[in-house]
Structure formats: C-alpha cells, structure tokens
C-alpha cells in the first residue's frame, strides 16, 4: 500500500514527529511504501480562493511546493495527517495543505482512500479532541474516503511525554495494521 505521510509540526524533534517515525517503522515492517512530507517546511501558500483552479483543469495559481505532493496525494492508497493540537485543530501548515486539496476535489472524490489521524496536545480535557476528530470525519465524508484509526495523545507536551507509553504503540500498530 502507498502512504502519504503529512505532518505538521514546526518541531522536528517533537510529540507528533516521533509518533510519526513510529508509525513509519510500523507500516515499513509490514511492507507498505511510505511517502512523508512535513508541512511546516514547505513552501506552500494559502488557498485564496480565485477558483482558478476550477477554470483551468485543477491547475492552481500558485506553482509552489504543494507540486510535489499532488501527484502522491493522488495515487495514494491512505493519507496520514499528523499535528499538534492548536486551538483544538491542526496546524496552520497542515490545514494549508488540505485546503489545497480543493483543486482536485472532483477526482480525489473519485479515488477511494483511506484517511488516519495522528494528533498530540498538552490537554486532559476529554473534550480535547472533539472538534480535531470531527474535522477528520467531515473532510472523510466529504470525499467519499474510508476513515482509518486515529491516535489521539493528550497530556502530551513533549516527546518524552509519548515515549513509552499506549500512544507510542498505538502509532507503531497503526502502522502494522493499515
Ligand atoms: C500555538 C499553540 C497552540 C496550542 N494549542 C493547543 C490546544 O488547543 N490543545 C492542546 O492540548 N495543546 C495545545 N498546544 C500544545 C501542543 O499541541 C503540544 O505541545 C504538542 O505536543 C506539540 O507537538 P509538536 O512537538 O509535535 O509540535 C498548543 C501549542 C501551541 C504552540
């Protein structure tokens, strides 16, 4: 299976790029093929919205990063969106990326897919991870694409906060388990 792993920290050594290289070591044992891209250190403009995309064959005004991922983001059997918790959602980088998803919605909405979730923040409020998960729901329904498994840390600060613990297996397992 081709998996497109999108993380969005601007950490590269934090909470989320750890459970990220563990769930690549879980799905490289199983055989899958990972393709992993960091958000946060790309080029890649916001959408504005000019619908040029929509008069041009889903070409996009802005000729910049998002180019490398558009041919993986369509040939991908599952995507894995990995972030930190800001605000209660993804980062600002990562929600950049999905939102120039719009470009293709008409084909990605064509092509099944299956979506996963890696997310950490430092709450405990069981409610944490509410609006993150039904984000994740939303943009599955949308796009007609399957839901995956999602690792939800929270109390998580920092990587020593994850290491050893339920999360770094369950991130690893996901990886095993796709
Ligand atoms: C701007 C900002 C907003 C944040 N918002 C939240 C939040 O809403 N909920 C939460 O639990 N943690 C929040 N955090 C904490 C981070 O999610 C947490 O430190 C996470 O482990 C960072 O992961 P990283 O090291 O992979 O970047 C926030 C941190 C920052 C810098």
């Not at 005004?61 to 930190?84: E, F, G, R």
């Not at 600002?92 to 979730?117: G, M, P």
């Not at 939303?138 to 990587?159: F, H, P």
Request: proline share 3%.
């Amino acid at each position: 299976m081709k998996v497109l792993v999108l993380t969005g920290s601007p950490h590269p050594h934090g909470t989320t790029a750890f459970l990220a290289d563990e769930f690549c070591l879980g799905a490289i044992d199983a055989g899958h093929k990972i393709v992993p891209f960091n958000t946060a250190k790309l080029n890649i403009h916001s959408c504005i919205g000019c619908y040029h995309c929509r008069e041009n064959d889903g070409n996009c005004i802005y000729d910049d990063d998002m180019m490398q991922i558009y041919p993986h983001l369509l040939s991908a059997d599952a995507v894995v969106l990995v972030t930190p918790l800001y605000y209660f959602g993804m980062t600002s980088q990562l929600k950049a990326v999905i939102d120039r998803f719009f470009a293709l919605n008409t084909v990605l909405r064509e092509r099944s897919k299956k979506l996963y979730l890696i997310a950490a923040g430092n709450d405990i409020d069981d409610w944490a991870m509410d609006a993150i998960k039904v984000h994740i729901k939303s943009i599955c329904r949308y796009l007609g694409w399957k839901e995956g498994d999602m690792v939800l840390a929270t109390g998580a600060n920092t990587q020593k906060d994850v290491e050893n613990t339920e999360y770094q297996l369950m991130a690893r397992n996901m990886g095993k388990n796709l």
